[in-house]
């Protein structure tokens, strides 16, 4: 079974700082998907990452993958309070998608 | 833009009913999935379904659970026999290709269902 570990879980930042999440898991994957859920939401795509080395950015936040490493990773650039929310990694493979546990961000003035 | 639609939003049943949840897939994909999410924890998958059959499905999806696409466009979930752990966030969603040539999967807004 596909397991995945997400850390940290739980993040506080100051506006203006980055800060990395990191998601491993355990078996080769066809992908990765990053999602945002605000509370009480459903979750929002954030990026697929495809193929070993990928790096896909948008806004603030960038994400990237190792497949030989099984690591992925969200790097977040000059934190703003927009992007507090929880963010999820999900590998994804022959139709079978696990999520990681999720990190909890709270960007603070 | 195209999304995902469920129904209800939040659904309330005795434990030991049967509840079925719904779920109106994007169009054009071919590929579905029910996921939950017990409060504040992380999303679970439960099953995915490919051309009318199931493709993949986890530990949580036990014989209490079953899924079904009974016309063009609706698929369901079904739980027969509802109990307390069963109360979660209920999350649908299809995958397909987009533009650029990516594969995506877009969840619906989730059925809250509430076991008493």
């Known amino acids: 079974e596909l397991k995945v570990e997400q850390n940290p879980l739980f993040l506080s930042m100051q506006e203006g700082k980055n800060y990395t999440i990191y998601c491993n898991y355990s078996t080769t994957s066809d992908r990765l998907y990053w999602y945002r859920q605000d509370p009480g939401k459903s979750l929002e795509s954030l990026f697929v990452?495809?193929?070993?080395?990928a790096v896909k950015q948008e806004g603030r936040l960038m994400a990237s993958l190792d497949t030989k490493a099984r690591l992925s990773t969200l790097h977040i650039t000059a934190a703003v309070h927009d992007l507090s929310a929880t963010y999820f990694c999900a590998p994804y493979n022959n139709n079978d998608m696990r999520f990681g546990a999720g990190t909890r961000l709270t960007v603070k003035p | 833009e195209p999304e995902v639609t469920q129904t209800p939003s939040h659904q309330v049943t005795q434990m030991g009913q049967e509840v079925i949840l719904r779920c109106v897939p994007i169009s054009n994909h071919l590929y579905f999935y029910w996921y939950r999410q017990i409060l504040g924890q992380k999303v679970e998958f439960l099953v995915s379904?490919?051309?009318?059959?199931?493709?993949?499905k986890s530990e949580i999806f036990d014989d209490q659970f079953s899924v079904e696409r009974p016309d063009g466009s609706n698929f369901t979930l079904k739980i027969r026999s509802t109990k307390l752990e069963d109360s979660a966030m209920y999350f649908c969603a299809s995958s397909g290709w987009v533009a650029g040539g990516l594969w995506e999967q877009f969840f619906g807004p989730g059925t809250r269902l509430t076991v008493l």
């Open positions: 990452l495809l193929s070993n080395g």
């Open positions: 379904f490919y051309n009318n059959e199931i493709s993949e």
